[in-house]
């Protein structure tokens, strides 16, 4: 055998031993250096911020509270007696009672059910008219990303609260169900354009990628390029600010139902209950403080969760 031979013959050997020098032992060299997607980085980074699991344990607290209010209290919280009147801890009731003598604590977990629906259901029409908006003004650019782009400017320059306290003026004394839906539809039609301007830098820079390229030369129409490819990689960052948009919807619904514009009764709502609590702050504080913490924890949760989750994503913090 030449050394020629000899030398092939000794690589070949160590390449199938591999760098634990065991027989049949994997090159793990290969392995090492396998490059880990986006997505697979910022689950890392999440499962080691303390922050991530803070807000999502607080968000997941307050979600089974509006799903199953039935879990934290056995207390009605309609079951309201004068004779009870800003009474102290008894029972289920750790909290004591409000001036009409109701659960208070019972009713800050209620009242859980109508703001987390509130907000869930504002992000989400919001979620679909940003997608909508920005796909169109990011992908065709030209005349509509002009036209969509000035639609985008004029509603951000309305101010949220003044435009929901004048439109939901007009609602009157309805019933609650009509009332729910008239504020989650304002806060919808006012609160998009955020996410439109995110969705539609992200449909930019999208549409310039070589797969959308090879897609088009392919023959694949508009539709079929905005759903199946450019769509999959925008949602990322829409998803991150519209978690944090749900939680000034929270606090917007509460602030409108403080105002006696948003919620009424018999609908239960944390503003509402704040509203009271301040008016009778002088007899009893705690009606006051139960609400205000779970509605300032809430909307810190869904706050911090987004702000963590934008981190994550974010290429330029790594």
């Given at each position: 055998m030449s050394d020629f031979?000899?030398?092939?013959?000794?690589?070949?050997?160590?390449a199938r031993r591999g760098p634990s020098g065991e027989p049949g032992a994997p090159n793990q060299i290969g392995a090492a250096h396998k490059p880990r997607s986006l997505a697979g980085d910022a689950w890392r980074d999440l499962r080691r911020s303390p922050i991530f699991w803070i807000s999502l344990a607080l968000v997941v607290i307050f979600t089974l509270m509006a799903v199953i209010p039935g879990v934290f209290t056995t207390n009605d919280p309609s079951d309201c007696l004068l004779s009870r009147q800003h009474a102290g801890p008894s029972g289920g009731a750790i909290f004591g009672y409000d001036f009409q003598g109701c659960d208070t604590y019972s009713r800050a977990v209620y009242g859980t059910r109508a703001s987390l629906l509130v907000g869930a259901l504002s992000a989400l029409g919001t979620?679909?008219?940003?997608?909508?908006?920005g796909m169109l003004a990011g992908y065709f650019g030209r005349w509509i990303d002009a036209v969509l782009s000035r639609v985008i400017d004029v509603v951000l320059g309305i101010p949220l609260?003044?435009?929901?306290?004048?439109?939901l003026k007009r609602v009157g004394s309805a019933s609650p169900t009509v009332r729910i839906t008239a504020v989650i539809f304002v806060l919808a039609i006012l609160g998009w354009t955020t996410a439109a301007r995110v969705v539609r830098s992200s449909v930019i820079t999208a549409k310039e990628q070589d797969?959308?390229?090879a897609a088009r030369m392919l023959g694949a129409g508009h539709g079929r390029i905005m759903w199946r490819h450019i769509l999959p990689n925008s949602l990322a960052p829409a998803i991150v600010v519209l978690t944090i948009a749900l939680g000034s919807f929270i606090a917007a619904e509460a602030t409108l139902s403080f105002l006696g514009i948003g919620l009424k009764a018999p609908t239960i709502s944390w503003g509402q209950d704040i509203d009271t609590g301040r008016i009778h702050m002088r007899e009893s504080a705690t009606p006051l403080i139960v609400p205000s913490t779970f509605l300032a924890l809430t909307v810190l949760a869904f706050i911090m969760l987004g702000d963590a989750i934008r981190d994550a994503?974010?290429?330029k913090l790594r």
């Amino acid at each position: 055998m030449s050394d020629f031979e000899t030398v092939a013959a000794t690589e070949n050997q160590a390449a199938r031993r591999g760098p634990s020098g065991e027989p049949g032992a994997p090159n793990q060299i290969g392995a090492a250096h396998k490059p880990r997607s986006l997505a697979g980085d910022a689950w890392r980074d999440l499962r080691r911020s303390p922050i991530f699991w803070i807000s999502l344990a607080l968000v997941v607290i307050f979600t089974l509270m509006a799903v199953i209010p039935g879990v934290f209290t056995t207390n009605d919280p309609s079951d309201c007696l004068l004779s009870r009147q800003h009474a102290g801890p008894s029972g289920g009731a750790i909290f004591g009672y409000d001036f009409q003598g109701c659960d208070t604590y019972s009713r800050a977990v209620y009242g859980t059910r109508a703001s987390l629906l509130v907000g869930a259901l504002s992000a989400l029409g919001t979620g679909v008219i940003a997608l909508v908006v920005g796909m169109l003004a990011g992908y065709f650019g030209r005349w509509i990303d002009a036209v969509l782009s000035r639609v985008i400017d004029v509603v951000l320059g309305i101010p949220l609260l003044l435009a929901a306290i004048v439109l939901l003026k007009r609602v009157g004394s309805a019933s609650p169900t009509v009332r729910i839906t008239a504020v989650i539809f304002v806060l919808a039609i006012l609160g998009w354009t955020t996410a439109a301007r995110v969705v539609r830098s992200s449909v930019i820079t999208a549409k310039e990628q070589d797969y959308v390229a090879a897609a088009r030369m392919l023959g694949a129409g508009h539709g079929r390029i905005m759903w199946r490819h450019i769509l999959p990689n925008s949602l990322a960052p829409a998803i991150v600010v519209l978690t944090i948009a749900l939680g000034s919807f929270i606090a917007a619904e509460a602030t409108l139902s403080f105002l006696g514009i948003g919620l009424k009764a018999p609908t239960i709502s944390w503003g509402q209950d704040i509203d009271t609590g301040r008016i009778h702050m002088r007899e009893s504080a705690t009606p006051l403080i139960v609400p205000s913490t779970f509605l300032a924890l809430t909307v810190l949760a869904f706050i911090m969760l987004g702000d963590a989750i934008r981190d994550a994503f974010d290429p330029k913090l790594r």
